[in-house]
């Protein structure tokens, strides 16, 4: 089939030709393809193994799920390995079905690696187009210890939220025919260079192996990160004021 009509009469008794792949391409042609946190989603730790999600929910790809308005979702979390970290995602994850087989849109967590430094896990990706495909798209970082939660940071952007650009774009659409590009040019040069001092969503940069650091940064000023550096090439580094009597093989002392 070359094109499909989406919003055409069905006759009584005749097969519904809109499905739920179609309701997801009209949402994610209204969001500029944007996927992410939908309506203000948030994730709360309400115990050192578990977080809620309430307020809001997520779009992957244009499909979408909440959670519904004065309910919560809880997704349990497994401790960590004392005196290491992990890096734990929350996802939207969306898989897709065929035939007898439904598709399926869950909120699911990715867990990652215990390490000293932890670095966030591999998520799946890919573009929904068969049967049994599946992506995700990831909402929250959870940071784990030993002892359970530690840090609960949302890395998504609100789907929801339509930038300046293009709130500058529909109004000069809406002037009428006589708006030149000219103009629509002008109006989305503007609305930039209002936001390009900050982001619109603050970023972590950081350091991960031999060395760590990180820093959060928002556009608006220079940062600098503090580096510390426990290992090199993957061996331990040891300092201390005499010379070291029988250092094992691989180490590396400083005196």
Same mark, same amino acid.
């Given at each position: 089939m070359a094109s499909k009509?989406?919003?055409?009469?069905?006759?009584?008794?005749?097969?519904?030709?809109?499905?739920?792949?179609?309701?997801?391409?009209?949402?994610?042609?209204?969001?500029?393809?944007?996927?992410?946190?939908?309506?203000?989603?948030?994730?709360?730790?309400? $115990?050192?193994?578990?977080?809620?999600?309430?307020?809001?929910?997520?779009?992957?790809?244009?499909?979408?799920?909440y959670v519904p308005q004065d309910d919560t979702h809880?997704?349990?979390?497994?401790?960590?390995?004392?005196?290491?970290?992990?890096?734990?995602?929350?996802?939207?994850?969306?898989?897709?079905?065929?035939?007898?087989?439904?598709?399926?849109?869950?909120?699911?967590?990715?867990?990652?690696?215990a390490a000293a430094v932890p670095t966030d896990p591999a998520l799946t990706v890919s573009e929904l187009a068969t049967a049994g495909d599946i992506n995700q798209i990831a909402l929250f970082r959870l940071t784990v210890g030993g002892t359970g939660i530690t840090e609960v940071e949302c890395i998504a952007d609100d789907a929801s939220q339509l930038t300046e650009v293009a709130h500058a774009a529909v109004a000069a659409s809406c002037t009428?025919? /006589?708006? $030149?590009?000219?103009?629509?040019?002008?109006?989305?040069?503007?609305?930039?260079?209002?936001? /390009?001092?900050?982001?619109?969503?603050?970023?972590?940069?950081?350091?991960?192996?031999?060395?760590?650091? $990180?820093?959060?940064?928002?556009?608006?000023?220079?940062?600098s990160l503090t580096v510390s550096v426990s290992k090199i090439n993957g061996k331990r580094v040891y300092i201390q004021r005499e010379q070291p009597g029988s250092p094992a093989e691989g180490d590396i002392w400083l005196w």
């Open positions: 009509a989406i919003t055409i009469y069905t006759p009584a008794g005749t097969a519904p030709h809109i499905g739920a792949h179609d309701d997801a391409f009209i949402y994610d042609t209204l969001l500029g393809g944007r996927s992410g946190r939908f309506g203000g989603l948030e994730c709360t730790a309400v $115990s050192a193994n578990s977080v809620q999600l309430s307020g809001g929910g997520a779009v992957n790809r244009g499909y979408i799920m809880t997704i349990n979390i497994h401790n960590c390995a004392q005196g290491l970290m992990r890096h734990d995602l929350i996802v939207s994850e969306f898989t897709r079905g065929d035939g007898d087989t439904a598709d399926s849109h869950v909120f699911a967590v990715v867990e990652g690696e009428g025919a /006589a708006a $030149s590009a000219q103009t629509a040019a002008t109006a989305q040069t503007a609305a930039s260079a209002g936001t /390009a001092d900050a982001l619109a969503v603050p970023r972590n940069i950081s350091l991960a192996g031999d060395a760590s650091a $990180s820093e959060e940064f928002d556009g608006t000023e220079d940062i």
